[in-house]
C-alpha cells in the first residue's frame, strides 16, 4: 500500500503560482512513478504530468507544458507540481497518483485530491 496526501491548493490570481505537494508513505514510493490529474466537476479527470520514479522523464499534457513543472524529491517521499501562470481554466481538484512503471497505464495508488482555484 501507498497512502498520498496532496497539500498547497488554494485560491490564486490569474498569472500567478502556485506550488502542489504529495507526501507519499508506505511502500517503497523510489519504485513508483508518480502523476498528477485534475478533475473538475462534472467533467472526467484529465491527465496532467508524469514523472519516471528516477526524475529522469517527465511528460505533460499539452494544456499546462510550459507553465507547470513536476518534480520529485524520494529523500523525502514526495512529489511536486509547480504551477506557473495559471489561468481560470486550470481550476479543479487536484490528485496526485502512482503507478508501477511510466509506460503503464493503470494507476494504483491516488490521494484524496486538493482544490486550486484560479481567479480571473
Known amino acids: 500500500q501507498v497512502q498520498l496526501v496532496e497539500s498547497g491548493g488554494g485560491l490564486v490570481q490569474a498569472g500567478g503560482s502556485l506550488r502542489l505537494s504529495c507526501a507519499a508513505s508506505?511502500?517503497?514510493?523510489?519504485?513508483?512513478?508518480m502523476g498528477w490529474f485534475r478533475q473538475v466537476p462534472g467533467k472526467e479527470r484529465e491527465f496532467v504530468a508524469v514523472i519516471h520514479w528516477s526524475g529522469g522523464s517527465t511528460y505533460y499534457a499539452d494544456s499546462v507544458k510550459g507553465r507547470f513543472t513536476i518534480s520529485r524529491d524520494n529523500a523525502k517521499n514526495s512529489v511536486y507540481l509547480q504551477m506557473n501562470s495559471v489561468k481560470p481554466e486550470d481550476t479543479a481538484v487536484y490528485y496526485c497518483?502512482?503507478?508501477?512503471?511510466?509506460?503503464?497505464?493503470?494507476?494504483?495508488?491516488w490521494g484524496r485530491g486538493t482544490q486550486v482555484t484560479v481567479s480571473s
Open positions: 497518483a502512482a503507478k508501477p512503471t511510466l509506460a503503464g497505464t493503470k494507476y494504483d495508488y
Open positions: 508506505g511502500r517503497t514510493f523510489n519504485n513508483y512513478a
